[in-house]
């Protein structure tokens, strides 16, 4: 069954870190004063009072540390230059890194769009799509949401557990190819709330030819001004808390000769590199680029490889090797909310007290900036960061409680029960799926039932609903139930897994083998 495409139905909707640790610093260097001074001072009176003012500043600092929970991000971007996937992009992912991924973005450019590509792709996932799903699934992953624009392609990945604190999803794109006519160039984002931290992603692919800085320049400047989201306090890129861009976004490596560049490649002086990049010049003179950060280039330039090798171009053109591919992030600057403001919205792109200190701070740090060389289907080699965010929740309760009732088997119609915990846009449209545990995105269920047609539920109050039993797998095993949400696009209320019995007409359906005496008939 497909919730689009099912009976119609009536609709209803109802309506930094930084901070944190600059008082550690100033907390100890008041320990160390107390310390100095219990051990320097001759008066007992001179010496209770400067201990007892020592302490009550180092009490107040205390009082303002704010804990944090750390999220790891693993990124990529890679210019696939339509080629096909390869085989295996475990490497890639790096499945077995230690701390765990929380989340996954990946962010491709030139993934095959001819006319026939492109629109046998729109009616189903594309092959780049699903070899990360069949990679990342198996691992606990879901894909929550991507957007396509001709060759330019974003997917976004969480672990299930996080989920439920996903919200506000919103994609959109800007072309910028042939005046701004044609999508083979340009920006396609993705902003999300993360446990109420707002966040976008945008992957970009900018003009090409090394003769076109200041055209890359402007167009990037154009996609962060143009994009905008039907989110009132974040209705710009800008405007979130925390931006990652990454993509093709085609700087070369200015003056240097061909000979010079590759020289210092092969000899490991990349630095030698460094103050021609033109990013790195271009950021010299433009305040907004200024605002975005970046990793030390400490791995190879990413373009031109000939196909399926390490060795740089070597055709007629033997274009010179250039860090096209990148990985920026730039944090929102602290700004005080007035009263009206913090009522407004439980989720806010940033909420500082009156000294400044961020009540809900949201810190990133990356860990790793690099490239994987071993991948040859594309002339660009795929570059790889991987961050630690460190951020205080908004909250930490799902919107939706939900939980299967009494035993679940095919061979019956089962039951289930909901509970709205808290006032969210809910709607008749909204939908619970069965998921089998392993699910790749939102739309892999089994089957699904409508919430509550009539009217929409109160606060806490409990719900049930049966599932009819042409829709529960004959197989059983291990699934989970989530509550979709169509306004905030995102499962926002997930079961704890649970086991579906073996149906005895699995053996009439011829699913299993017939046991007789002990022996498969």
Not at 113 to 142: K, N, Y
Not at 370 to 392: N, Q, W
Not at 453 to 467: F, G, H
Not at 495 to 520: D, Q, R, T, Y
Request: hydrophobic residues 35%; charged residues 25%.
């Amino acid at each position: 069954m497909d919730p689009f495409t099912y009976s119609p139905r009536g609709r209803a909707d109802s309506a930094s870190s930084s901070a944190s640790r600059g008082s550690k610093v100033l907390l100890r260097q008041r320990l160390t004063q107390l310390l100095t001074r219990i051990d320097d001072m001759s008066s007992d009176d001179e010496a209770s009072e400067e201990v007892t003012r020592s302490l009550d500043e180092a009490f107040q600092l205390c009082g303002r540390f704010i804990p944090t929970e750390p999220f790891r991000l693993h990124m990529v971007t890679w210019n696939v230059a339509t080629a096909e996937p390869p085989e295996d992009v475990a490497s890639l992912l790096q499945l077995d890194v230690q701390p765990p991924t929380d989340l996954y973005v990946i962010g491709l450019q030139e993934v095959n769009a001819t006319p026939v590509r492109f629109i046998s792709d729109l009616l189903g996932e594309d092959s780049w799509s699903h070899i990360f799903m069949d990679t990342l699934a198996p691992r606990g992953f879901v894909k929550v949401t991507s957007i396509r624009m001709q060759g330019l392609l974003l997917l976004i990945f969480a672990k299930q557990i996080h989920l439920p604190y996903i919200r506000k999803i919103q994609t959109t794109y800007t072309r910028t190819g042939i005046f701004g006519y044609w999508g083979n160039k340009g920006g396609v984002s993705v902003r999300f709330s993360f446990y109420g931290h707002m966040v976008c992603f945008l992957n970009c692919h900018l003009a090409a030819h090394m003769n076109y800085a200041l055209q890359r320049v402007d167009e990037f400047e154009y996609i962060l001004e143009s994009q905008d989201f039907d989110i009132s306090d974040t209705p710009h890129i800008l405007d979130h808390k925390a931006v990652f861009c990454l993509g093709d976004l085609n700087f070369r490596i200015s003056d240097h000769g061909l000979h010079f560049i590759r020289s210092s490649i092969n000899s490991g002086r990349l630095h030698l590199l460094w103050s021609r990049d033109q990013l790195t010049m271009m950021k010299k003179n433009e305040p907004f680029l200024q605002e975005f950060e970046e990793g030390p280039l400490n791995f190879s330039p990413t373009y031109k490889f000939d196909r399926n090798s390490d060795t740089y171009d070597s055709s007629g053109k033997k274009r010179k090797p250039a860090w096209t591919d990148r990985i920026l992030w730039r944090i929102k600057p602290k700004t005080l909310l007035s009263e009206d403001e913090e009522d407004d919205n439980d989720e806010k792109a940033s909420i500082c007290t009156e000294d400044g200190i961020d009540e809900y701070p949201l810190h990133v740090s990356q860990d790793k900036y690099t490239s994987d060389m071993s991948y040859g289907v594309s002339d660009h080699k795929p570059v790889i960061a991987t961050f630690t965010v460190e951020l205080r929740k908004h909250f930490d309760t799902p919107l939706v409680h939900i939980s299967p009732l009494g035993v679940w088997c095919g061979d019956h119609d089962a039951l289930l029960s909901y509970t709205i915990q808290e006032d969210f846009m809910s709607s008749t449209w909204d939908w619970i799926g069965l998921y089998k545990v392993g699910f790749r995105s939102a739309f892999d269920y089994e089957t699904f039932v409508w919430v509550r047609e009539d009217d929409l539920p109160e606060i806490n109050e409990v719900i049930k609903i049966s599932v009819d039993k042409d829709g529960i797998p004959l197989l059983g095993g291990q699934y989970t139930l989530g509550y979709y949400s169509t306004n905030m696009q995102s499962i926002v209320g997930l079961s704890a897994s649970f086991h579906i019995l073996e149906s005895k007409n699995a053996v009439l359906e011829g699913l299993v083998p017939e046991n007789i005496n002990g022996l498969n008939k």
